[in-house]
């Protein structure tokens, strides 16, 4: 068997532009899917996959692993970069899918079978307006609380929300107290029972992070998400020992080397992951080894599209240390139009079952795809009160 071709597929989701890459064999019929998702860098990764194809085309897809440590050590620059990282992971994906089709098996079974009988899912409330940020209304908090409302109505038993405004690296405690009432409003109106995590997107610097942290405390978040950014290694473990609240980074860290020093450190709870990013189901499966050994908790992060999601739960149906996985149900309405999926999800505690489709479990109707064709991201900016770049 021999890669004969490997194809990108960009079709538009609104807020991003979903990169399907689909490598194509020699076999009749047999391909896989794959996903190289990365908002506002959608022509660089198409090339960066145009980039790696000639190293394999002409190889067996079966051996993953070869395969994977030439796209990652050849071409001189190793596969570290977001992009290149980005473009690696979505054969990566594709390649395990053939793996699993050509044997008549799931993905999780080519990993030593499941481990668990099904996989939680949860969801992302978004956040408030940017300029809204300082409004600390109880019409602002309320409006919180009836998103939080509404994912328990849809069965969700745990979600996760932007409840903290972008700050400076230090400012006073107005914005701490927005986030404040807005946690408060979340958890009164769910009760103790469901799950509240907050991405704070990394957007402080580690001491408005930590006070942050300390001040949402009392909640009781399942997790306190990217309190800062993920090169201040110091910095979160220092937020991590400050608070009982589990700290959660990971999703803009590329390749098992950016994860080693998080858990030598023992800077975080629960590793994030991104498999459209980080190398892939197969540095995927590395990191979770790494997080098993450490007894840290995995939670890939997963708001791409559906091949990103299929990927996402195959690794979980075999990974012990996985403990649930980010859900994207309302992104556009046409979703389930431009993929079949073989996993099912249980509407009461949103729960997926595993599938018994071989590989991911899904296929893609390039049709659909075609209807949707790339569109250029909108340009999201943010500025401090004095004119400054903040991190968005």
Known sequence: MKITAIETHVCNARMRNWIFVKVVTDQPGLYGWGEATLEWHTRAVVGAIEDISPLLIGEDPTRIEHLWQMMYRQHFWHGNGIVRGTAISGIDIALWDILGKSLGVPCHKLWGGPVRDYVRLYCHLGGGKMEDFYETSPADAGRFAELAQRAVEQGFTAFKTMATPETMPLEGMRPIRYAEKCVAAMRQAVGDDIDIMVDCHARHSPRMGLLFAKALEPYNLYWFEEPCWPESIDGLAEVQRA??????????????????????????????????????????????????????????????????????????????????????????????????????????????????????????????????????????????????????
């Open 243 to 392: 608070v009982k609240t589990p700290i959660a980074t990971g999703e803009r860290l590329i390749s098992q080397h950016g994860f080693r020093e998080l858990l030598e450190k023992r800077a975080v709870s629960v590793l994030q992951p991104d498999i459209t990013h980080c190398g892939g189901l197969s540095e995927a499966r590395r990191i979770a080894a790494m997080a098993e050994a450490y007894r840290v908790a995995l939670a890939p992060h997963n708001p791409q599209g559906p091949v990103s999601t299929a990927a996402s739960l195959e690794l979980g149906f075999a990974t012990p240390s996985y403990i649930i996985c980010e859900s994207v149900h309302e992104d556009v309405p046409w979703r389930r139009d431009v993929v079949s999926e073989g996993f099912v999800v249980e509407p009461k505690g949103r729960i997926a079952r595993p599938s018994s489709r071989p590989g991911l479990g899904i296929e893609i109707n390039e049709n659909e795809v075609r209807k949707h064709p790339f569109k250029q991201e909108e340009l999201l900016r943010t500025f401090y009160a004095d004119g400054s770049v903040g991190d968005w």
